[in-house]
């Protein structure tokens, strides 16, 4: 046989294969990292474990040099390198800040330092870190209306909401912004403007890490918790891996730990938390795939459309369901419709005689073989009802992108959240299949 065409030999190449598809390019050579490393090193850090690099999958992030055990310190950020409201205090701010009533939040002096800064451009000490920041941000609030109007009804709520609470910010912030006119020889309209302002609470809302610090009379009362973490906030979020993050009061570090092994060259994720597509979706401005926190949400209205009308008790049934807490947080998931999801319908197709065994129901407990199967039934209606409402806003988005190239990114990024969420309800319808051929051979 000749060398290189064995089975060894093709599963050698398949491997190759596959982690050169998954493994990311180094950007180390890039001018902006470049100026980042030298900036990170005369504040005393210097990363041996981690190179910045572009993923087929994620984008920019950053890969492992070496292998990495579980446990291993991958970055010890000092607080130095840290972008904090000390930081903001400690600056040409700190004065104007100090003296404005009422006391501005936390979020909003990190906001105001990072437009000042921006603006200074080369003159800025920040620059370096300013410069590996993303120019635009894919967050709700950044997306225009028509495409806001493509998201799922409770997401388009709470993006529209999120876009209230960031303009009424800018707007109240008007006289604040006016009274550092001083500092500036441009007009602080032009560089306080809508457009400054988002990009910078984009930056803070997005790639902020957990840092909490005490009470200061210079600011409001909303809690002091967010720091800007140069270089560590490259690593991107994957829902399948733990690790260790929190400010080492001893070091003065701000410390990240692995939770599993991490071969050479692979990306190097850490978790952001544990929050369902929607909600990565509406902080962070991105969807990933198969995350296993993912599902659709059930409202209150979809769990009785499929219920009779003419049923006399369904508002005791609501009320019972509402007082012991089981009207929200009921959703279809990876692993078919939620227990709490079926409980609920179980109680609301409790027949009258079966009523007062309402309790068992939301113990676990099964009723009646005819329950069981209605409520599977109900459950089966309402998922097919949400394949066929995400078959259609798939259809939408998709015809849209066909004649507006120029929101071909923002339409991509909603396409995607719709994509997975069908993926989840057909594996939820197949689930229910089963357990209805189940119940129907009892």
């Excluded at 598809?21 to 981690?50: A, C, M, Q, Y």
């Excluded at 997005?206 to 009362?221: E, L």
Aim: with cysteine; charged share 25%; glycine share 4%.
């Amino acid at each position: 046989m000749k060398k290189g065409r064995g089975r060894t030999s093709r599963i050698r190449r398949r491997k190759l294969f596959r982690s050169s598809e998954s493994r990311g390019v180094s950007e180390s050579h890039k001018p902006e990292f470049i100026e980042l490393k030298k900036w990170l090193k005369e504040r005393k850090f210097e990363d041996t474990n981690l190179v910045p690099a572009c993923f087929p999958d994620t984008g920019r992030g950053l890969m492992s040099r070496t292998s990495l055990q579980e446990g291993q310190m991958i970055i010890s950020l000092p607080e130095n390198c840290l972008l904090t409201t000390d930081t903001v205090i400690r600056s040409y701010l700190g004065a104007y800040i100090a003296k404005w009533k009422p006391p501005l939040s936390p979020l909003l002096a990190l906001c105001t330092f990072l437009v000042a800064e921006k603006h200074a451009g080369d003159w800025s000490p920040w620059k370096p870190y300013l410069e590996t920041l993303p120019k635009a941000y894919t967050c709700p609030v950044c997306l225009e209306p028509e495409v806001v109007t493509l998201l799922p009804k409770p997401l388009k709520a709470q993006a529209r909401e999120q876009r209230s609470r960031v303009q009424e910010l800018f707007t109240s912030s008007g006289d604040f912004f006016s009274s550092l006119q001083p500092l500036f020889s441009e007009a602080v309209e032009s560089i306080f403007s809508y457009s400054a302002f988002l990009w910078a609470w984009c930056t803070v809302n997005t790639r902020a890490v957990y840092m909490k610090r005490g009470q200061r009379q210079c600011f409001s009362t909303e809690p002091d918790t967010c720091a800007l973490a140069p270089y560590l906030d490259l690593l991107n979020h994957s829902p399948h891996v733990q690790v260790k993050a929190a400010f080492n009061e001893e070091t003065r570090c701000y410390e990240i730990r692995t939770g599993a092994r991490c071969r050479r060259h692979e990306e190097v994720f850490i978790c952001y938390g544990p929050h369902d597509n929607r909600q990565l979706l509406l902080e962070y401005g991105f969807v990933p795939p198969r995350n296993p926190q993912a599902s659709v949400a059930v409202s209150q209205d979809m769990l009785v459309k499929y219920l009779p009308s003419s049923d006399k008790q369904m508002n005791k049934k609501i009320s019972i369901l509402k007082d012991h807490e089981f009207i929200e947080n009921l959703t279809f998931g990876w692993d078919g419709p939620s227990w709490r999801l079926l409980s609920a319908l179980k109680l609301l197709c409790l027949g009258a005689e079966e009523l007062p065994y309402w309790k068992k129901v939301l113990l676990g407990e099964i009723i009646s073989d005819t329950n069981e199967k209605t409520s599977l039934d109900i459950a089966q209606k309402i998922c097919h009802y949400f394949i066929e409402e995400t078959n259609s806003m798939l259809q939408k988005v998709s015809h849209m992108k066909d004649k507006d190239m120029a929101l071909i990114n923002q339409l991509t990024l909603v396409e995607t959240l719709w994509k997975e969420e069908f993926k989840i309800l057909q594996a939820s319808a197949g689930i229910l299949n089963h357990l209805q051929t189940a119940v129907a051979v009892l």
